[in-house]
């Protein structure tokens, strides 16, 4: 089970790394967004509950996303990661601001066109 998380804050982080030099301007760094989404993973996979760490993370990352660059890069962000852990869930990945009580302004998927967030 520890190995399994090692294994998926490494993928994550790696990922990260991967998509974060793009929005080093933003307030809201990309490995931040990933840290605070990690224990969201096991949740959006199908295996495991909706977590307090989890929801915690959410509501964070919403608070400081305040400007129209920090949402755009941290739904790059998200829009990347869901893309690249295996066996996202994504009817569970869109419904996760909603069962944490947070309003996000764009739905949080593969599919979605960041540039159009405000």
């Given amino acids: 089970m520890a190995a ?3 294994s998926v804050l490494t ?3 790696l990922l ?7 929005f080093a301007n933003a307030a809201v760094a990309c490995p931040r967004v990933t840290m605070m989404i990690l224990p969201c993973v096991n ?3 199908g295996k495991g509950p909706l977590t307090f760490s989890c929801c915690n993370g959410v509501r964070t990352l919403n608070d400081q996303a305040q400007t129209t660059s920090d949402r755009r890069a941290t739904c790059n962000c998200l829009k990347s ?3 690249k852990i295996p066996g ?8 996760l601001p909603s069962r944490c009580g947070v309003s996000v302004p764009y739905p949080i998927s593969t599919t979605t066109d960041c540039s159009k967030v405000r």
Avoid: Q
């Fill in 81 to 83: 990661n869901a893309g």
């Fill in 16 to 22: 990260c790394l991967l998509v974060a030099a793009p």
């Fill in 88 to 95: 996202v869930n994504p009817t569970l990945t869109l419904g």
């Fill in 43 to 45: 949740y959006v996979r």
């Fill in 4 to 6: 399994n998380r090692v």
């Fill in 11 to 13: 993928t994550a982080v």
